[in-house]
């Protein structure tokens, strides 16, 4: 046991020059000497590392003395190098423990690592102990880190003492809305829906702002009830059943329904615990889910982009039967038949009749599911590593891990998130423009090609304008493609 748990070659240090969040400064591995560190290194456009984060949270409330997490963050995409995006995603993803910018990606050379997300274990005399690729089971890590301190303990090497840091807490932006991911327009109800989702609520707004209604305590959690006793966790897709609500709550891996008459919300699907395992059918709130991020419905059949397994799933309203309808599960972007597709994180879905197109975050794509036929096509996107900001002809187009998108005059518009642009694909599915937004982040209105977005994560039509989350900017904003201009809207 005393050999299996100490390591014997010496972690690299941190290079000198990188920039640090949620420290008062720099830190080296010599000063932790004494305690065991997790270098969680992830990007965080991934939905492998994001699901790491609450299970690092844990360790750290389980050893505050013994155990430092650092998040190495070796960004997958060029949005994700920037340190003003990223000091967004820590405060959006509620990151509290220190993280260090490897934009160059240092230290991923330097401990030869080849995947996201990668942990490093570092004993208390500063040597790896290992490495583990992929999601990790907390159980396991928590048993071996207390094999490791009961080793160190029995020499006296263990250091207690507490780390100075300091997470700021988040500026105040100065608006009603936290990091809006999803927004949902109601044209016939004169209503939106904003899945408010650094407050942990959903937010109900007339179509000029005014807000109706607020869903939601506003503490994470998991739990049905009264408008402000109901708790969500980081919820997204929205989508209306009738005179219900339905909403993905990604952080609690689960479909919640929200009776609008009175605000009630119960579960509908998702047992609050994320999936582990090969996906299965079932009743659907005894079935474990993996991060729901976006919802359409079609007839009785609520269709949830699961971004976690990679999938579509299908959920029978009336049946309470939940199950996988596109994607074996792998992460790829391989088209064919429906269940032999790969699919690669998708984070946003629409209808178009019994066309169903959605965007492929990972893979910076936009694909199609033909339920008439049964397949999977892609329509823009070359891989998992192409990305870029082209407009042009579908095949030849080039997209920056997309999150939103929706149909309006009979064309696919898209929140293309990591170039902070709103695009359109034409009627003919041929080609793709930008119709909003510089590509550089920011706030600016008015002539839509002069606009600026922050990494929108969603997109909604009203039948004659769009409404666009913006979600950095925590505000909404509204593109009337008549009249040519982009507006913030007021919430009130």
Same mark, same amino acid.
């Given at each position: 046991m ?12 941190f ?39 609450p ?8 050893f505050?003395q013994?155990?430092?997490?650092l ?13 003003d995006?990223?000091?967004q ?19 991923w ?7 996201w997300?990668?942990l ?12 583990h690729?992929?999601e990790?089971?907390l ?5 071996a880190i207390?094999?490791?301190?009961l ?35 109601d ?5 939106l ?10 937010r ?14 506003g503490?994470?959690?998991f ?14 897709? &929205?989508? !209306?059943?009738?005179?219900? *609500? $339905?909403? %993905?709550?990604? =952080?609690? +891996?689960?479909?919640? #329904?929200? /009776? @609008? ?15 582990a395992?090969p ?8 079935t ?6 976006? &919802?359409? !419905?079609?007839?009785?059949? *609520? $269709?949830? %982009?699961?971004? =976690?397994? +990679?999938?579509?799933? #299908?959920? /029978? @309203?009336d049946?309470?039967?939940v199950?996988p ?10 088209d ?14 629409a ?15 936009l ?7 049964d397949?999977?096509t ?28 929706c149909v ?29 937004g ?7 209105t ?24 913006d979600?950095?900017?925590?505000r ?5 493609p ?8 007021a919430?009130?």
């Amino acid at each position: 046991m005393t050999d299996r748990f100490r390591g014997k070659v010496s972690a690299p240090d941190f290079p000198p020059g990188l920039d640090w969040l949620n420290v008062e400064r720099p830190l080296s591995l010599a000063e932790l000497r004494g305690k065991v560190v997790l270098l969680d290194f992830w990007t965080y456009c991934c939905i492998n590392c994001l699901h790491m984060l609450p299970l690092l949270h844990k360790l750290q409330e389980a050893f505050p003395q013994e155990v430092v997490v650092l998040g190495v963050h070796s960004a997958k995409f060029a949005e994700e190098k920037c340190l003003d995006c990223l000091r967004q995603a820590v405060q959006r993803h509620h990151v509290s423990h220190p993280v260090v910018n490897d934009r160059d990606f240092l230290l991923w050379r330097a401990y030869a690592l080849r995947a996201w997300p990668s942990l490093v274990i570092i004993d208390p005399e500063g040597k790896v102990i290992g490495v583990h690729s992929g999601e990790f089971q907390l159980d396991a890590l928590t048993q071996a880190i207390r094999r490791i301190l009961l080793n160190y303990d029995y020499e006296g090497k263990v250091n207690r003492r507490p780390l100075s840091q300091q997470a700021p807490a988040p500026p105040d932006s100065g608006s009603p809305l936290s990091f809006p991911a999803k927004i949902l327009a109601d044209s016939k109800g004169g209503r939106l829906f904003i899945a408010d989702t650094g407050h942990h609520q959903i937010r109900i707004c007339s179509l000029d702002g005014l807000t109706l209604n607020v869903i939601g305590s506003g503490e994470p959690g998991f739990a049905n009830g009264t408008p402000d006793k109901a708790q969500f966790r980081d919820p997204q897709g &929205l989508e !209306l059943q009738n005179s219900h *609500l $339905l909403v %993905a709550d990604t =952080g609690n +891996h689960a479909i919640r #329904r929200i /009776d @609008l008459q009175g605000g009630y919300v119960t579960t509908v699907a998702g047992t609050g615990e994320q999936s582990a395992g090969p996906p299965n059918p079932g009743v659907s709130y005894r079935t474990a889910l993996n991060s729901p991020w976006d &919802l359409a !419905l079609f007839e009785q059949n *609520l $269709l949830i %982009a699961m971004a =976690g397994s +990679h999938q579509l799933w #299908r959920l /029978d @309203l009336d049946a309470e039967r939940v199950c996988p309808a596109v994607g074996s599960g792998r992460e790829g972007l391989d088209d064919g038949p429906a269940p032999a597709a790969s699919l690669a994180q998708p984070c946003g879905l629409a209808l178009r009749g019994r066309y169903v197109p959605f965007v492929d975050s990972e893979a910076s794509a936009l694909r199609r599911w033909d339920m008439t036929v049964d397949t999977v096509t892609t329509v823009v996107g070359k891989g998992l590593f192409d990305f870029g900001d082209q407009d042009g002809p579908a095949g030849e187009a080039l997209l920056q891990h997309p999150q939103g998108i929706c149909v309006h005059d009979n064309c696919v518009y898209l929140a293309d998130t990591f170039n902070n642009r709103v695009k359109k694909l034409d009627a003919q599915g041929k080609e793709v423009r930008t119709v909003a937004g510089t590509g550089s982040p920011g706030r600016a209105t008015g002539a839509p090609l002069d606009s600026e977005f922050w990494e929108p994560g969603g997109i909604s039509s009203d039948g004659s304008r769009l409404f666009v989350a913006d979600t950095n900017n925590h505000r909404v904003c509204v593109l009337d493609p008549r009249l040519g201009h982009v507006s913030e809207l007021a919430i009130r």
